[in-house]
């Protein structure tokens, strides 16, 4: 069964640092991961999503890298801002069965300015 | 776009009455999905459906909770009867047939007492 874990499940920095955000799963055999951000109330955004095939992806100052055969994926923030402060999650798509993503219970980040 | 629109934003009821909980999808998007986030859970997948049709209901908790979708433009969640353990957030998502990415809407909070 498939497993999303990510660590730290909370991180507080100050603003213009950067971070990295980690996320491992146990089955590589995904079809591929997708980053979102959660605000508070809010449903999901979804910033990054990376196949199977690929190693990273990026758009503007967040860049998500795919290491399938450990089961990790990171997403890196560069030069953080207060608006950046929200839940990440990381999911898996399996490549078996359905259409069906497995979520991670996510990484609360404030960036303190 | 409007989005992906969720109705009521916000729910309270009490232990045993029906609960339905309404979505939305953005117009042209074939998949729908039904999310439920708890603090003990994090995100899991209800149900969903593509052009109308479930493909894959195995994240639906028991018989007391139903989903249909009568047309492209609108889905229901109906929970019969209610319990306070089905206290959450309960997201909708859709997404077109070309793309992984998934629009959440906004979410219902549903209180249970």
């Known amino acids: 069964k498939q497993e999303v874990t990510q660590i730290p499940a909370a991180l507080s920095v100050p603003e213009g640092e950067n971070l990295v955000l980690n996320c491992s799963f146990t089955?590589?055999?995904?079809?591929?991961l997708q980053w979102f951000r959660q605000d508070p109330g809010k449903g999901l955004t979804s910033l990054l999503l990376?196949?199977?095939?690929?190693r990273e992806q990026t758009s503007g100052r967040l860049n998500a890298s795919l290491d399938k055969s450990s089961g990790r994926s990171t997403l890196y923030i560069a030069a953080s801002q207060p608006g950046d402060s929200a839940t990440y999650l990381c999911a898996v798509r399996p490549t078996s069965g359905t259409y069906k993503y497995i979520f991670g219970t996510g990484t609360r980040l404030k960036v303190l300015a | 776009d409007a989005g992906v629109i969720q109705s009521p934003r916000h729910e309270v009821t009490e232990m045993g009455q029906e609960v339905t909980l309404r979505c939305k999808p953005i117009?042209?998007?074939?998949?729908l999905f039904w999310y439920r986030q708890t603090m003990m859970r994090g995100l899991e997948l209800l149900i969903y459906f593509n052009n109308n049709v479930p493909i894959d209901d195995s994240g639906m908790p028991e018989d007391r909770f139903s989903a249909k979708m009568p047309n492209a433009s609108f889905s229901t969640l109906k929970i019969q009867p209610s319990e306070p353990r089905d206290s959450a957030v309960y997201f909708c998502?859709?997404?077109?047939?070309?793309?992984?990415?998934?629009?959440f809407g906004p979410g219902t909070r549903l209180t249970v007492l």
């Open positions: 998502a859709s997404r077109g047939s070309y793309t992984d990415t998934q629009y």
């Open positions: 089955d590589s055999a995904i079809y591929n």
């Open positions: 117009s042209g998007h074939d998949y």
């Open positions: 990376i196949q199977s095939s690929q």
